[in-house]
Nanobody
Framework: QLQASGGGLVQAGGSLRLSCNAP????????VGWSRQAPGKEREFVAAISRSGMNTHYVDSVKGRFTISRDNAKNTVYLQMNSLEPEDTAVYYC???????????????????WGQGTQVTVSS
């Protein structure tokens, strides 16, 4: 099961970098996605990265502010979040699924297990 980490409390305009990995497990042959869920709201898909790392996808609300990347040598996927806004406050989750090299999966339903999340709180 994947674990998301790196959340915290930050002021609006600040940055955080989230990490996603699975201790003792490689997911270098997997696509990875990030989602988030704010209190009282539905889960929202945020970003995705292909197995190769060459293809990425972002929901419109985070384009230009968030960057998803991966370091396959470290079995870790990152979500760099810049220019954070109070609306970004949520629990962030990551998930992986096996895929071929350049494929992207861009919706919540295409991933099975979202794992343990990390809280991101952005104060105004």
């Amino acid at each position: 099961q994947l674990q998301a980490s790196g959340g915290g409390l930050v002021q609006a305009g600040g940055s955080l970098r989230l990490s996603c990995n699975a201790p003792g497990r490689s997911f270098n042959r997997h696509c990875v996605g990030w989602s988030r869920q704010a209190p009282g709201k539905e889960r929202e898909f945020v970003a995705a990265i292909s197995r190769s790392g060459m293809n990425t996808h972002y929901v419109d609300s985070v384009k230009g502010r968030f960057t998803i990347s991966r370091d396959n040598a470290k079995n870790t996927v990152y979500l760099q979040m810049n220019s954070l806004e109070p609306e970004d406050t949520a629990v962030y989750y990551c998930a992986a699924r096996s895929c071929i090299l350049t494929v992207l999966y861009r919706t919540l339903d295409e991933y099975d297990n979202w794992g343990q999340g990390t809280q991101v709180t952005v104060s105004s």
